[in-house]
């Protein structure tokens, strides 16, 4: 291991442990929690000490991007790869192929492009809906008030199996809020996990019912 490993295997432990007291302070099994260690823009000899680590969920924000570096890592037995970022329709056989769960189903086309993938392919990556709850023009996902509706249009015209929702609060906003109103949207709605929080709020999440909490720099350090 070379001497620059050091640093995400201090970071993961550390996200290890403050994972574990939320879910304490929450009265959660830690077993609820999934760590996606998101390893977009860092190499392989960067993501590969935390591999020897133990960790083994990682979230990617690119499907070219992971497509380059993930085939040399994947020996390690029980990697998963997530897709945390913006999906393209002319990604998707890429997407199904490559990733365990998509946390970013937020338009018709996209559910097209995925339903004829899953079908020809005969994969089933997790789906998650990404719910735009700031309502913020510049940031992809479903509207808050819309998504009941699409939630439903997933499930009865595209005949996607929806695993749960994902949500990015505004960077000026309270995150609490926000992850709230998407665990109001999961209920209602059957679903039962939540793809919510990144380093800086990952507890508020936990103890608001994140099920999969995306933590890049707080392991990896900053990019």
């Given at each position: 291991?070379?001497?620059?490993a050091?640093?995400?295997?201090?970071?993961?432990?550390?996200?290890?442990?403050?994972?574990?007291?939320?879910?304490?302070?929450?009265?959660?099994?830690?077993?609820?929690?999934?760590?996606?260690?998101?390893?977009?823009?860092f190499?392989?000899?960067?993501?590969?000490?935390?591999?020897?680590?133990?960790?083994?969920?990682?979230?990617?924000?690119?499907?070219?991007?992971?497509?380059?570096?993930?085939?040399?890592?994947?020996?390690?037995?029980?990697?998963?790869?997530?897709?945390?970022?913006?999906?393209?329709?002319?990604k998707?056989?890429?997407?199904?192929?490559?990733?365990?769960?998509?946390?970013?189903?937020?338009?018709?086309?996209?559910?097209?492009?995925?339903?004829?993938?899953?079908?020809?392919?005969?994969?089933?990556?997790?789906?998650?809906?990404?719910?735009?709850?700031?309502?913020?023009?510049?940031?992809?996902g479903?509207?808050?008030?819309?998504?009941?509706?699409?939630?439903?249009?997933?499930?009865?015209?595209?005949?996607?199996?929806?695993?749960?929702?994902?949500?990015i609060?505004?960077?000026?906003?309270?995150?609490?809020?926000?992850?709230?109103?998407?665990?109001?949207?999961?209920?209602?709605?059957?679903?039962?996990?939540?793809?919510?929080?990144?380093?800086?709020?990952?507890?508020?999440a936990?103890?608001?019912?994140?099920?999969?909490?995306?933590?890049?720099?707080?392991?990896?350090?900053a990019r």
């Open positions: 291991m070379t001497a620059g050091t640093a995400p295997i201090d970071g993961l432990a550390s996200v290890e442990a403050e994972i574990a007291r939320a879910c304490r302070d929450a009265r959660r099994d830690r077993s609820s929690v999934t760590l996606v260690a998101v390893s977009k823009t190499d392989a000899d960067a993501i590969a000490p935390v591999i020897e680590a133990g960790q083994r969920v990682f979230g990617e924000n690119r499907v070219q991007e992971a497509q380059r570096k993930w085939p040399a890592l994947m020996a390690a037995p029980g990697i998963a790869l997530h897709l945390i970022g913006p999906l393209q329709s002319n998707a056989k890429e997407a199904v192929a490559l990733f365990d769960a998509i946390h970013s189903v937020d338009r018709p086309s996209i559910c097209e492009a995925l339903r004829k993938e899953i079908d020809r392919q005969n994969r089933r990556p997790d789906l998650f809906v990404q719910i735009n709850t700031g309502e913020e023009p510049q940031k992809a479903v509207a808050p008030s819309d998504a009941d509706a699409f939630i439903a249009r997933c499930r009865d015209a595209y005949g996607l199996t929806i695993a749960g929702l994902m949500c609060p505004p960077v000026d906003d309270a995150p609490a809020p926000h992850f709230a109103l998407t665990a109001k949207i999961a209920r209602r709605n059957g679903l039962t996990r939540l793809s919510m929080g990144m380093s800086a709020d990952f507890s508020v936990i103890a608001l019912g994140a099920t999969h909490v995306r933590v890049g720099s707080a392991i990896f350090g």
